[in-house]
């Protein structure tokens, strides 16, 4: 497929990277049904780790099998699946080269004590992910963690690492942890903030979760109410959080958190669309539902970032 202009001036935008790095970045630009044009809709499926087999697949039984994941993000037409080590091995031979993948490489779990000094494992490795053919990296950080700048010396060397041998890098950029309260992990300075730190960590792809209207900190309080930085909507809200990832030079992808009603999701993509956002990267709404209801629900959220719903 020859690469079109908009994806070409988006990697214009990624100044160090290699060859390499920007073929990759561009294979989940060309991908899908958004190929082209700029946009993003990526499955991501590390929720087993995070959360436990059964609060992640019982709802969908289907979802407990690896390849269901593969089959799904390839039959709906998505940019890209992410996923821990396990689940990309478990169908690495099957579904090679049909999409490209993103290798999470560290993971947390609900069984660890660990809130305020919130952390993650490193599951996976550079030399994993370039034998099972992935395009990207996967990785977290938690800014407002007692153990933050651990996770972003980590960050570092992984991102290094990874850009070295020509994979992009995505990364989950989620506050919590530290004295961070739990309405100001979604809070639009703390979304913000976190977009931003992932920027300056060399995150080609940034993950944050959709912001509220809240404000955390009593000294950005004062800077967002004195320059009248517009937040009272969605739009206004995402706007603001690509703003803070240099201006629009790093594409931002929103995640689409808990179950929630189809009519509510596809208005929050319509205000992630028209805020400027590059896309969702959506797991339990998506898996969590029957194949073909989820298929359906993936089309239309295709739809919606086209323009055309």
């Known amino acids: 497929m020859k690469m079109t202009q908009r994806v070409k ?7 160090s990277d290699s060859p390499g790095v920007k073929a990759n970045l561009a294979r989940i630009l060309m991908q899908g049904k958004l190929g082209g044009t700029g ?4 499955l991501p499926v590390d929720q087993g780790f995070e959360h436990g087999p059964a609060r992640s697949f019982a709802p969908n039984p289907e979802a407990y099998d690896p390849h269901y994941h593969f089959k799904l993000a390839i039959d709906a037409g ?3 699946y992410a996923a821990p080590l396990g689940m990309l091995e478990a169908g690495a031979d099957t579904f090679a080269g049909q999409i490209p993948t993103i290798l999470k490489v560290n993971s947390s779990n609900s069984l660890s004590r660990e809130k305020e000094a919130a952390n993650q494992a490193v599951t996976g490795s550079i030399g994993d992910a370039l034998k099972l053919g992935c395009s990207a990296i996967g990785l977290t950080i938690y800014p407002g963690s007692d153990a933050a700048f651990d996770m972003m010396e980590e960050a570092r060397e992984l991102a290094e690492e990874a850009k070295s041998v020509g994979l992009a890098v995505v990364m989950w950029s989620y506050p919590r942890g530290g004295d961070l309260s739990k309405p100001g992990e979604t809070a639009v300075d703390i979304c913000a903030y976190a977009a931003h730190m992932a920027a300056l960590l060399g995150a080609h792809i940034i993950k944050v979760k959709p912001p509220t209207a809240a404000l955390e900190l009593d000294a950005a309080k004062k800077v967002y109410e004195s320059k009248k930085i517009p937040i009272g909507t969605m739009t206004e809200r995402i706007s603001h959080v690509v703003q803070s990832s240099f201006n629009g030079r790093r594409l931002v992808v929103f995640s689409g958190g808990e179950a929630k009603d189809l009519d509510g999701l596809y208005n929050e993509i319509r205000e992630i669309r028209d805020g400027g956002g590059t896309g969702s990267i ?3 709404n998506t898996f ?3 194949r073909a209801d989820a298929l359906a629900m993936l089309d239309t959220i ?6 055309k719903a």
């Open 9 to 15: 001036k988006i990697l214009d935008n990624y100044e």
């Open 39 to 42: 946009r993003l809709v990526i």
């Open 78 to 80: 998505l940019s890209a």
């Open 282 to 284: 959506i797991g339990r």
């Open 288 to 290: 969590q539902r029957p």
């Open 302 to 307: 295709v739809k919606i970032y086209q323009g």
